[in-house]
């Protein structure tokens, strides 16, 4: 019997989260292309020996499964089917799996326009940070067919610990805009709280310390307290790109009826963070905001 061959894969965004995933991918063996918009992101990739594509549509036209990781969803439509776009050179039978955050309707609305060419669609997207994408231990939410599902976890499985298969196209977006308001509220919470800390005289880092046995722990306060305090903010995951997760959740809310105060309010704090410059800072950058706020240095 023959050896199985691992299928090829074109990975399409190379920035914080997409450059790791891709070499993540070449170091799980898989034979591999890659492309971005912007060349130059891709040195650290090509000395792993991955194939720089000239265009999404040529990256498409030799891969079996299509992995995509830009930022909106105006962007996975361009890298989709705008000219020279991965719908124009992928083969009826290949498979995209979209690792981008963005609205769920748009996922549905382009698994509806690929299933045209016999093309299949996941939508994959991710949490756990750039960490996260880094050491290969994203927690991936995941919509799609349950056989596209089967086809992609492979993959998944290299860029990622936890794989969840949430439902149809769309469910996995649904899924990562309830992450994006829980993390607005344990952002904001462990920015007031240290503010606080800081505005009654204690020693923040042994009040972090002191907390991080009991029920205020959390993956923020371990992970992030430490750049609120420093009051310095490298990426990280941008400011903007939790704005958009936002916008999104609270779309969402309003179709369904929901209502999410504490995400309103982040939103607008977010807003006001990108307006003074700061969207490209991390998002612990809210403590920026709430420093501000309180009259100390921002
Ligand atoms: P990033 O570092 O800003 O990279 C964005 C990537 O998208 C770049 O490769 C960029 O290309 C590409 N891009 C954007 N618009 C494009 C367009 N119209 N056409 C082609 N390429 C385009 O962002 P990131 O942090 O990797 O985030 C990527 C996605 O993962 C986002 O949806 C984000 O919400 C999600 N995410 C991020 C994190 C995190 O911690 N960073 C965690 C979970 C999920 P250029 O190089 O040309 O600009």
Not at 217 to 241: C, D, H, I, T
């Amino acid at each position: 019997m023959s050896e199985r061959t691992q299928p090829r894969i074109g990975v399409v965004g190379l920035g914080t989260m997409g450059g790791a995933m891709a070499a993540n991918l070449a170091k799980a063996g898989f034979p591999l292309t890659a492309w971005n918009r912007t060349p130059g992101r891709s040195h650290e990739l090509e000395a792993l020996g991955i194939d720089i594509a000239a265009t999404p549509r040529a990256l498409a036209s030799t891969a079996d499964i299509v992995l995509v990781c830009v930022s909106d969803t105006p962007d996975v439509e361009a890298v989709l089917f705008g000219p020279e776009g991965v719908a124009e050179g992928a083969a009826p039978g290949s498979l995209v799996i979209d690792c981008s955050t963005i609205d769920p309707a748009g996922s549905r609305r382009f698994a509806a326009r690929l299933a045209e060419k016999g093309i299949g669609f996941v939508d994959a997207p991710v949490t756990g940070g750039s960490e996260g994408a880094r050491n290969a231990t994203l927690a991936i939410l995941v919509g799609g067919a349950p056989a596209d599902v089967e086809r992609a976890r492979p993959v998944l499985a290299a860029i990622g610990r936890t794989i969840t298969h949430l439902g149809p196209v769309g469910s996995g977006q649904a899924a990562k805009a309830v992450n994006q308001v829980i993390l607005a509220a344990t952002y904001l919470g462990v920015a007031e709280g240290l503010v606080l800390a800081l505005k009654a005289g204690l020693d923040p880092q042994q009040v972090v310390e002191a907390l991080s046995g009991g029920a205020a722990q959390s993956w923020v306060l371990a992970n992030r307290s430490g750049r609120m305090l420093a009051n310095e903010y490298p990426l990280g995951f941008k400011v903007a790109l939790h704005l958009k997760d936002l916008g999104i959740a609270l779309d969402i809310a309003r179709e369904s009826g929901a209502v999410l105060p504490i995400a309103a309010l982040v939103a607008q704090l977010e807003a006001g963070l990108v307006a003074t410059g700061h969207g490209d800072d991390d998002m612990s950058a809210l403590a920026r905001a709430i420093r501000g706020l309180s009259g100390l240095e921002a």
